[in-house]
């Protein structure tokens, strides 16, 4: 009997100390550095957010990417060639999990500036969503993970494969700084 009010009162103690918690979900002005993967390319961007609004649930993010891309040169051989990437978003808060998880929701216009070595077009626009958890382990600081798609209809129109590239799987994982 005594161990189980002893296991009752440590449940009581435990439940006591996670709701004492101060929220340390940030809502302010951040930016960010991240490490993606756009379908097969590999890339490494900053990201900036605006402070939350409409009850701390909406926020806008750009983001700035430099994506390598695999593919043959002229010779037949395999290369990377960089171009790089500008997304605009709105993410949307869809909850939170205790004091310290957020979930949300991001999408947005994306707009690519491909390589001369394997596109001849300068520019393409597309399309892109994702769902995101972010970690704050401090109040000014988070760790994130994002999964989702992208969507431009790109192609390596100078290679002869003419294979997509930015379209399918997006992950993102990096971190922010809260100001």
Do not use: C
């Not at 756009?38 to 700035?64: E, K």
């Not at 399309?127 to 209809?153: D, K, M, Q």
């Amino acid at each position: 009997m005594k161990k189980r009010l002893l296991i009752v009162a440590i449940l009581i103690g435990f439940t006591q100390i996670i709701n004492a918690q101060e929220e340390v979900l940030n809502k302010n002005f951040a930016v960010g550095f991240q490490i993606a993967q756009y379908q097969q390319d590999f890339g490494l961007g900053l990201n900036v957010s605006s402070p939350y609004f409409a009850d701390d649930r909406i926020a806008f993010r750009l983001r700035g990417n430099i994506m390598w891309n695999e593919h043959l040169n002229p010779d037949g051989l395999s290369t990377w060639s960089n171009y790089s990437n500008l997304s605009l978003g709105i993410v949307g808060v869809g909850g939170q999990i205790g004091n310290s998880i957020r979930l949300y929701g991001e999408g947005g216009l994306i707009l690519l500036f491909p390589s001369s070595n394997f596109s001849s077009e300068s520019t393409e626009i597309g399309g892109y969503g994702l769902f995101g958890f972010e970690f704050y382990l401090h109040p000014n600081g988070s760790y994130f993970i994002e999964i989702g798609g992208v969507g431009t209809g790109a192609k390596e129109d100078k290679i002869a494969t003419q294979a997509i590239y930015s379209n399918g799987l997006l992950i993102d994982t990096g971190f922010r700084i809260q100001f």
